[in-house]
């Protein structure tokens, strides 16, 4: 079947000197990322996909005083709503529309650091009287099936302070429900991923970095299956959290091989080192765990979640 593609790039008036430069077998071309143009594919001209069901979905992102879920505050949010089409039969899924995002700021309550400033670009004038609105927000909200981020774990505890319909919707985050590093790449930063997959654009801006998002996940991996397929199936999944408490400090260094962050307790769990794995990998893990780290004794932390409450948790 022929899929119905958006492209988020635009070769017009280049197409021979791009195609000429492919061929040169010395270089490599990064396109920049474009709001796509059409914005949106009518599956219904397809064969196969009528019995494909419409969704809405809203890629999103932060930009923030700081790091701290408990202490720093939102100073700009995205919101970029999108179609997305799953066939409810094989969980076919892929994105079929873009809208223009919501773009707002937001003036904290303590100046802005230099460091925040220079991350961002986002200056304290620039958010002077600022604020988010809300009703916008909300009104978004009430038509998405499914919020994306692309550190979820991050976005997801700060968007609560701003609406409590954010704690009400299904969650997936870019980076880790998609086994990125499995297929060969080896950062998982959106600027990273771009450019592995042919494209650059500007970071540290809300709008950018959705639309590179999204950009993204739209691209088919090697085996044939888009990264938003990927993230879709995952998000279905319910997932364990396995946190290894206790740890021998000297097993650090595989934990992080392995991709376990450390987590300090702020949280109120105690703290140590932590992971997400699909419930049909938890017992593999909980496997490795016991062998590896505790040499037969269970001492770690774990929890059991799905799409609406997964990420929740500040840390």
Not at 71 to 99: K, M, R, S
Not at 111 to 138: C, H, R
Not at 293 to 303: F, M, N, S, T, V
Request: aromatic share 10%; with cysteine; hydrophobic share 40%.
């Amino acid at each position: 079947m022929q899929e119905p593609v958006l492209k988020f790039y635009d070769d017009a008036g280049f197409e021979q000197a791009i195609d000429q430069l492919g061929l040169s077998g010395g270089h490599r071309i990064l396109r920049k990322i474009t709001f796509p143009h059409p914005s949106q594919v009518n599956i219904l001209k397809h064969s196969g996909m009528a019995d494909y069901a419409i969704h809405r979905g809203i890629y999103l992102d932060t930009e923030t005083t700081g790091l701290s879920h408990a202490e720093d505050e939102v100073i700009q949010l995205c919101l970029l709503p999108f179609l997305y089409a799953v066939d409810a039969a094989t969980n076919h899924a892929l994105i079929i529309g873009v809208y223009p995002p919501y773009v707002g700021f937001q003036e904290p309550t303590r100046p802005l650091t230099q460091e925040i400033i220079d991350l961002t670009g986002i200056t304290m004038a620039m958010l002077a009287g600022q604020t988010l609105d809300v009703p916008k927000i909300e009104s978004l909200l009430d038509k998405t099936d499914l919020v994306i981020a692309h550190n979820a774990a991050f976005d997801r505890p700060f968007t609560h302070g701003i609406s409590g319909k954010f704690s009400e919707k299904k969650w997936a985050c870019s980076m880790s429900n998609i086994p990125w590093k499995d297929q060969g790449f080896e950062s998982l930063k959106l600027i990273h991923l771009a450019a592995d997959l042919g494209f650059y654009f500007e970071p540290h801006q809300a709008d950018k970095d959705c639309l590179a998002g999204l950009a993204i996940l739209a691209q088919v991996g090697d085996a044939g299956e888009s990264y938003f397929q990927q993230l879709i199936r995952a998000a279905a999944e319910d997932s364990v959290t396995l946190r290894a408490q206790f740890a021998p400090f000297e097993l650090k260094d595989v934990l992080k091989q392995r991709g376990y962050l450390w987590k300090d307790g702020s949280d109120g769990i105690a703290k140590g080192w932590e992971t997400v794995v699909p419930l049909s990998d938890a017992d593999g893990e909980r496997a490795w765990l016991s062998e590896t780290i505790y040499h037969g004794a269970e001492k770690w932390y774990e929890r059991r979640e799905d799409a609406l409450t997964r990420f929740t948790r500040a840390s």
